[in-house]
C-alpha cells in the first residue's frame, strides 16, 4: 500500500511544483510587459490609459491592445503600437523577459533616449520597426546578436555614430533603413545578393560604397556628402600608394 503512495504523493507534489513555477513566471512576464508599456507610455499611465495591459488580465485575452499571441501556445508573438503618440522610453529589459516576441513595431510615435542594449535578449526578434520616433545615441553595439532578424527599420530618427560593422553578418536580413538620421562612418559590407531593401539616405556616412550588385540605386544613398563610389555618380578619390586597391571598380 504505502508503497504505492508514496510515488503518486511525490509525483502529485512535483507537477504541482513545476504547476506553480510555471504561474510565476507567467506572472513575472506579465508585469514586465506592464513595466515596458509605463515606460513607453509615461502620460497615459498617469491618466491610467496603457491600452487594457494590466496586470489582472491576460496579454493574450484579448484586453491587451497591440499585443497579438499565437493561437497554440498562447505566448505573446507581435507587439503592433503604432501611432499611438507614446512618448517615453523603450525599456528592452522588461520587454524581451517576453522571449517569444517576434515583431515588435513602434513607429511614428514620439519615443526618446536610446535604443538599449537589451535590446539583444528578444533573442528570436525577427521585425524590428522604430521608424518616426525621436530615438538618438548611437546603435546599440549588441544589435548584430539579434541574428534572425530579416525586418530593420529604424529610420526617421536622431541616431548618430556608426552602424556596427558585423551587423551585415546577420545573414537573413532582408531589410535595412536607417534613412534620415545623423549616422557617420563607413556603410557595412552586407551581402547586398540577399537585401531587397536598403536604404541610407540622409544621414551622414562617408567613404566608398561596398558593391551593391546593382541592386539598389541613388535613391539609396541621397544626402551623404562623404560617400563616393557606384551606384553614386561620384568617384572615390584613387586609393593611395600605400593601401591595397579597392574603391571603384
Ligand atoms: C495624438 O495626439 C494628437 C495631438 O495631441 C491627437 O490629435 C491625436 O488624436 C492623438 N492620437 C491618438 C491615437 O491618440
Ligand atoms: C525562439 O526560437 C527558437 C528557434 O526558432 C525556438 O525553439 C524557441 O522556442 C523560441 N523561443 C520562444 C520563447 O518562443
Ligand atoms: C561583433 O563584433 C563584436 C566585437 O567587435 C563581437 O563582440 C561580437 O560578438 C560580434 N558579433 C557577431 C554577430 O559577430
Ligand atoms: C560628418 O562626418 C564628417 C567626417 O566624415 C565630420 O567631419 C562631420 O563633422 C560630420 N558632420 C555632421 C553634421 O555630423
Ligand atoms: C530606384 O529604386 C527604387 C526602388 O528600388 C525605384 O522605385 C526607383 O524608381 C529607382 N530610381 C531610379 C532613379 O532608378
Ligand atoms: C530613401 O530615403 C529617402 C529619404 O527619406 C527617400 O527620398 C528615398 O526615396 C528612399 N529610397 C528608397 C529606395 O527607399
Not at 551593391?212 to 563616393?228: A, D, E, I, M, Q
Amino acid at each position: 500500500m504505502m508503497d504505492r503512495v508514496l510515488p503518486t504523493c511525490l509525483l502529485v507534489s512535483v507537477l504541482l511544483f513545476l504547476f506553480v513555477m510555471a504561474r510565476s513566471e507567467e506572472e513575472e512576464v506579465k508585469q514586465a510587459l506592464v513595466r515596458f508599456m509605463e515606460r513607453l507610455a509615461p502620460g497615459n499611465a498617469v491618466i491610467g490609459q496603457t491600452f487594457g495591459w494590466d496586470v489582472n488580465t491576460d496579454p493574450c485575452s484579448g484586453k491587451w491592445q497591440g499585443v497579438i499571441c499565437d493561437s497554440p501556445s498562447q505566448s505573446v508573438k507581435m507587439i503592433v503600437l503604432d501611432e499611438r503618440n507614446l512618448t517615453g522610453v523603450l525599456d528592452a529589459l522588461s520587454l524581451c523577459t517576453t522571449s517569444s516576441l517576434l515583431v515588435l513595431s513602434l513607429n511614428d510615435n514620439g519615443i526618446g533616449g536610446d535604443i538599449p542594449n537589451e535590446i539583444s535578449n528578444c533573442q528570436n526578434l525577427t521585425h524590428l520597426y522604430l521608424s518616426g520616433n525621436r530615438f538618438s545615441g548611437n546603435l546599440p553595439l549588441s544589435l548584430p546578436q539579434l541574428n534572425n532578424l530579416k525586418r530593420l527599420d529604424l529610420s526617421k530618427n536622431a541616431l548618430s555614430g556608426q552602424v556596427p560593422p558585423n551587423l551585415s553578418k546577420v545573414s537573413g536580413l532582408l531589410s535595412f533603413f536607417v534613412q534620415d538620421n545623423q549616422l557617420s562612418g563607413e556603410i557595412p559590407k552586407f551581402d547586398f545578393s540577399n537585401l531587397a531593401q536598403f536604404n541610407v539616405s540622409n544621414n551622414n556616412f562617408s567613404g566608398a560604397i561596398p558593391d551593391v550588385k546593382g541592386r539598389f540605386n541613388t535613391s539609396s544613398f541621397l544626402g551623404n556628402p562623404g560617400l563616393c563610389g557606384l551606384p553614386l555618380p561620384d568617384l572615390c578619390p584613387p586609393a593611395k600608394k600605400s593601401s591595397t586597391k579597392q574603391f571603384v571598380e
